[in-house]
């Protein structure tokens, strides 16, 4: 045993109580052993040891917060090798960690404090040949895997170290304790006590054997794997060992089957080894990736029958349920479940057979890339039923709600909708896996059914509105399959029929909506449907389709907890949920062309003077929209009242602050995180000189035009530069000096004091022109509304702010890149065309131009034309998206260590005065 002096104590100690931070793993120890290490340790530390009183100190707040006892009369313990023996149990030949241990018999100590304390104590062995038991004090071996397998008792070297290791995971509150028995660590992880376990086969191309692994319960299926190979093959490629799973399906979707299928990894990518319904895995492993594995028979694709069920991906890349049909030596042919047999394809039974024309990939397990909704579903959930009277060629679908469902003996069903029948198995409708599960529907908006002549239902039954259906036949589809359009919206009176035409020479299909079903020429970047002169809100909308903070947000189910539908200023979550689901079918990659029609209604009933077929302005619809999902996704629920005006005398650091403090009272969204920044606005009384400094908060910027005479191209800096210069305030606008208690023609500057993550810039190209500006400076009035066609030369790659920013620390984050500009051609707002050129956010070298439903191949210079209207800009760091909240006020604050949500009182002012209220008939005063 190697010395036990003040110095080690003190290094253990550390070591025991180090907050965790980066460390993956604990062992687990008896709780007693710990508790009396601790005593020991504080009785061995001497008074002349450095930081003796600061480890002591440590010492005894772990005991506090683990509530572990302190003996403080016992003076015989000393440091002995590391026992388990009392938390472990032999189970055949298996040593495991007992069951039923809890908080109050174990402690988890982080991994780094065990190895130190194991190489000086070292680790009990457990011996099964009756003689003295080993101590050892050799490193764990598996310190790189969540799998390991089990301390086996039946060795050659029976002497193995009793030692529990265990993984160390972020606490979340979807844990299941009935699923997971873990201790807490502190407010912020917990460490599990039983890991899985997973019986395997091992299988190479000799032989066989089998033993049990242990799993980390927070492992992933995909870490699986990876460490799997780690463990059994360290020495082969990771191409050359492969696991077999056993999915819980009943009947097997194909006849020819032990019942194992090859886990893909990505498709288990996030699926924790808790939530997976296995237990027990092949593991096969071949010499080299030249020779054939031992199970390639057993392989999907070579064991396909006619009739088999498997996960089948269409040419728009969208995954199904279906069916084989036909057998090729490199092909089969396949019917979608729920499609009419006109789609049916043929698809390659391997990635080498797969023709350029193809460009399919081979069938998969069943319900693998596919989710098995049928299983779940549940009373009052809305599924899309097929309309009864609609012919197979152009079948029509509805919404419709679930009353009942019945997995016992089925119905026999008369009427309901024509479907096709397959002749492999007899003429019938088909059944996936020939399962007879039934649900009784009620279809509110059916018109044209017919009598089902059941009679064994309840009374309250009235046909023709209510029927039921196979589950797993093809009348019935999850939501979003043919249907695109919210189902509890007015568009649902009509139903959803699928057509077929030829878009571009190639066959697609859409609805009568206006989306056109087909491969887009990137994903995200495709044509939307002119509604009748609403080229300016495509053209805003393409710009925002590539916006990073709001798809984020907003593909994700999450914002929907965000939903603020008690706000009298908001559209009761309207304009949220169809921007949401808007965002759901351009990135879907189903079709060439969508129809924003749900979008425009939702933002005509918010905000009426949209809701019409007029041209608008493509900036307003712009901010009428972000003001929309800000209110509605808003997550102050009541607003409390916020007085703006700042008293007293501050500097202009301290008033932004108090500014946004009480902005941030009554406004918290993603769009005030990324879209807001804020400007000063200074003015001067020309009587008097007295100054008022206020901030405002913006969410896009109004840039003025200068007219350069004899220039070809106006660089965008002069604009900035017009933006912040001085201007004198005509006679309509007068300002009240407060000193001189009189309306003046003050002078009025503007500045930027922080500018958000997305930056909006309008150019204001209307409502004043070249001549109009040069007879305001030489105070005549009259107005001109023609368009100002100068260039403005705008930056693509960096837009650096930095001389205009004036937020302490904002010059480090003040460069911004183009990814989109939307462009009118046309004399005036209220007519003309709208257009767009935008950089695809997820390939980040290509720019497109959208032209409604026309889409083609550009460049961000074209952009920088005479059209350009409203410039999109992202900030970057180093040539990489950047993110500041708050436009960098969040970072500004808590460097000041300065709570954002408390705010700072203005009833001190910078000189240390009270500001206090005066009496009747006298002026305030300061102390």
């Known amino acids: 045993m190697q010395s036990q002096s003040a110095s080690f104590i003190v290094k253990a100690s550390e070591l025991l109580v180090s907050n965790g931070e980066g460390v993956e793993y604990a062992f687990l120890l008896p709780r007693g052993y710990v508790e009396h290490w601790i005593v020991w340790a504080k009785r061995c530390i001497g008074k002349n040891v450095t930081d003796a009183a600061k480890v002591n100190t440590q010492l005894i707040a772990y005991q506090k917060k683990y509530k572990l006892k302190d003996y403080l009369s016992d003076e015989k313990f000393q440091p002995s090798p590391i026992t388990c023996t009392r938390i472990s149990q032999k189970d055949r030949k298996i040593i495991q960690l007992k069951r039923g241990l809890s908080a109050r018999d174990v402690i988890a100590v982080p991994e780094t404090f065990y190895e130190f304390l194991r190489s000086s104590h070292g680790v009990l062995c457990k011996n099964n040949c009756g003689g003295i038991a080993n101590v050892s004090y050799q490193a764990h071996a598996n310190d790189l895997s969540d799998v390991f397998l089990e301390h086996n008792t039946d060795t050659v070297n029976a002497d193995l170290p009793i030692e529990f290791r265990r993984k160390i995971v972020l606490f979340s509150k979807s844990f299941d304790k009935e699923s997971i028995d873990y201790i807490p660590l502190g407010d912020n992880y917990v460490c599990e006590l039983y890991p899985t376990k997973i019986k395997y086969e091992l299988i190479d191309a000799k032989s066989s054997r089998e033993g049990t692994l242990q799993v980390s319960n927070f492992a992933t299926v995909q870490q699986l794997c990876a460490d799997t190979c780690k463990v059994f093959a360290p020495d082969l490629s990771s191409s050359c060992i492969r696991i077999w799973y056993k999915p819980n399906i009943t009947p097997s979707p194909t006849k020819l089957t032990d019942g194992y299928e090859v886990v893909e990894a990505d498709v288990f990518a996030k699926t924790l080894l808790y939530e997976w319904d296995v237990n027990k895995v092949l593991i096969e492993i071949r010499p080299s990736v030249n020779q054939s594995w031992p199970r390639e028979r057993e392989e999907l694709v070579n064991r396909l029958q006619i009739g088999d069920f498997v996960d089948a991906r269409d040419n728009t890349g969208k995954w199904y349920e279906a069916v084989v049909q036909e057998l090729e030596s490199d092909r089969i042919k396949v019917h979608y479940l729920g499609w009419a047999s006109k789609w049916d394809s043929y698809i390659p039974i391997n990635y080498s057979s797969s023709s350029p024309k193809s460009r399919l990939p081979p069938p998969q397990p069943l319900w693998t890339r596919t989710n098995n909704w049928r299983e779940n579903i549940q009373i009052g959930d809305i599924a899309e039923i097929r309309e009864a009277s609609s012919s197979i060629r152009k079948p029509k679908w509805f919404y419709g709600k679930i009353l009942k469902v019945n997995k016992g003996d089925p119905f026999e069903v008369n009427g309901g909708a024509d479907l096709e029948l397959n002749d492999k198995i007899g003429k019938k409708p088909l059944l996936l896996l020939n399962r007879r599960s039934q649900v009784l529907v009620e279809i ?6 017919v009598p089902n002549g059941i009679t064994n239902f309840d009374a309250e039954i009235i046909p023709p509105f209510r029927r039921w259906v196979n589950l797993y036949g ?45 491969k887009p020429v990137a ?10 002169n609403s080229c300016y809100m495509n053209a805003s909308l393409q710009c925002l389709n590539h916006c990073r ?31 949401s689901a808007f965002l759901g079918d351009v990135w879907s990659n189903d079709y060439t062309v969508v129809s924003p029609s749900l979008l425009k209604h939702s ?33 102050i629920l009541e607003k409390p009242y916020v007085d703006m005006d700042i008293k007293g005398k501050h500097s202009e650091e301290r008033r932004a602050m108090i500014t946004w403090q009480r902005h941030i009272k009554r406004h918290n969204s993603v769009i005030v995180d990324h879209f807001q920044g804020m400007q000063k606005s200074h003015l001067r009384c020309i009587k008097c000189s007295h100054e008022s400094v206020k901030f405002d908060v913006f969410s896009s910027l109004s840039l003025p035009l200068p007219p350069m ?29 407060p000193k001189c208690s009189t309306h003046v023609r003050a002078k009025k500057r503007l500045s930027l004091w922080s500018t958000p993550d997305i930056l909006i810039l309008h150019l204001k190209r209307f409502g004043s022109s070249r001549v109009d500006f040069i007879s305001k400076k030489k105070g005549k009035k009259g107005m001109n509304t023609s368009k100002i066609t100068d260039v403005i030369d705008f930056p693509v790659d960096k837009l650096d702010l930095g001389k205009y920013t004036n937020l302490p620390g904002s010059k480090d984050y003040s460069c911004y890149k183009l990814f989109g500009v939307a462009e009118h051609q046309g004399k005036s707002v209220n007519s003309g065309h709208y257009t767009a050129t935008v950089l695809n956010c997820k390939n980040e ?38 993110v500041k909240r708050w436009a960098g006020m969040e970072d500004y604050m808590l460097k000041l260590n300065i709570d954002p949500y408390v705010e700072e009182s203005d009833e001190i002012d910078d000189d240390g005065f009270v500001m206090v209220q005066a009496t009747k008939g006298k002026k305030k005063s300061r102390k």
């Open 444 to 449: 509110s908006d059916e018109r044209n059914n």
């Open 845 to 882: 070298r290509q720019w497109y131009r959208y032209n409604d439903a026309n889409v083609g191949v550009s460049t961000g210079d074209t952009a920088i034309n005479s059209g350009a209207y409203v410039l999109f800009y992202e900030r970057i760091s180093n040539g990489r998206r950047d």
């Open 523 to 532: 994903p995200g970047s495709l044509g939307m449907t002119n509604l009748g």
């Open 603 to 635: 933002i005509g009933l918010f905000a009426p003077q949209f809701n019409n077929s007029q041209q608008h302005d493509a900036q307003e619809l712009c901010a009428v929209l972000l003001d929309a999902l800000h209110e509605d996704t808003n997550k």
């Open 709 to 737: 005479l004899g220039k070809s191209k106006v660089p965008l800096s002069s604009c900035f530069d017009e933006f912040i210069s001085s201007e004198q305030l005509d006679t309509e606008n007068a300002w009240f000096c």
């Open 474 to 518: 093809e009348e019935i589809c999850p939501m979003n399959t043919h249907r695109k359009d919210d189902y509890k919206s007015k568009a649902n009176r009509k139903p959803a029929m699928i057509q077929y035409g030829h878009v571009n020479g190639a066959l697609a299909v859409g609805s009568q909506r206006g989306f056109v079903r087909g």
């Open 549 to 579: 903070p709001l798809i984020d947000y907003f593909m994700q189910e999450d914002f929907k907890k965000d939903l603020n539908l008690s706000n009298p200023l908001g559209s009761g979550g309207r304009v949220a949920n169809a921007f």
